[in-house]
């Protein structure tokens, strides 16, 4: 039979024992979460761009800002609708989702955060977008057009990031399914990335990587 003193030291292993335990299993939840919550950086928008929503949503105004009345900071857009979100990605896999608002002409992905303001994503060799244009989908990468197909116009979709995997994928938000996936080249920090020549897109970020993904 163990002694007393035997008892409480078994006893006291056991207890820490199932501490850390308990302290690995929170660990390992918060890691494989991986979710990002991001808003719309302002600094980025081009003057033709709207932030409305706590700076979740962008509205395209045809004859938009006064470049003039808009301060200009190294971060901008210049030539083109840009805005990039306010938190770089550098690892994990990732998950937001767009709602389409009356638009007919928009681009969605990821690009560097040191992208050239003068260019556009979907051109510039530093980003990763799905675009949708004259009611067709293409991805962008590189310089390179891939046509989607067996996709209509949306009202929502999703985007996920595999940062070490250097995928970017679009999802069909209601079925919870992938439609295309580019391939990337990441080389740094990228950030959330839209343009907008007409309507209005509302991203919802803060999500989980939905399971079956």
């Known amino acids: 039979m163990a002694s007393p003193m035997r008892a409480v030291i078994l006893g006291s292993r056991a207890l820490r024992c199932l501490r850390a335990a308990a302290l690995q299993t929170n660990y390992t939840a918060v890691c494989c979460r991986r979710e990002i919550?991001?808003?719309?950086?302002?600094?980025?928008?081009?003057?033709?761009?709207?932030?409305?929503?706590?700076?979740?949503?962008?509205?395209?105004?045809?004859?938009?800002?006064?470049p003039s009345k808009v301060l200009q900071t190294p971060e901008r857009f210049r030539e083109w609708a840009v805005v990039l979100g306010d938190t770089p990605i550098m690892s994990g896999r990732h998950y937001w989702e767009v709602t389409v608002k009356k638009s007919n002409e928009f681009r969605i992905g990821v690009a560097d955060a040191d992208m050239s303001r003068d260019?556009?994503?979907?051109?510039?060799?530093?980003?990763?977008?799905?675009?949708?244009?004259?009611?067709?989908?293409?991805?962008?990468?590189v310089k390179k057009i891939i046509?989607?197909?067996?996709?209509?116009?949306?009202?929502?979709?999703?985007?996920?990031?595999?940062?070490?995997?250097?995928?970017?994928?679009?999802?069909?938000?209601?079925k919870g399914s992938l439609i295309h996936t580019l391939k990337a080249d990441f080389r740094g920090p990228v950030l959330p990335a839209f343009a907008l020549w007409d309507g209005e897109l509302l991203t919802h970020s803060g999500l989980d990587v939905p399971a079956h993904l």
Not at 124 to 132: I, K, L
């Open 37 to 66: 919550s991001f808003k719309l950086d302002e600094k980025t928008a081009h003057s033709s761009l709207d932030l409305s929503k706590k700076d979740t949503a962008v509205i395209y105004r045809i004859l938009g800002i006064d």
């Open 147 to 174: 046509p989607i197909t067996n996709i209509g116009h949306p009202s929502k979709v999703g985007i996920l990031l595999d940062y070490e995997g250097r995928k970017l994928s679009l999802v069909d938000s209601e």
């Open 119 to 141: 260019e556009c994503i979907g051109v510039s060799n530093q980003s990763w977008v799905f675009a949708y244009s004259h009611k067709k989908w293409n991805g962008m990468v």
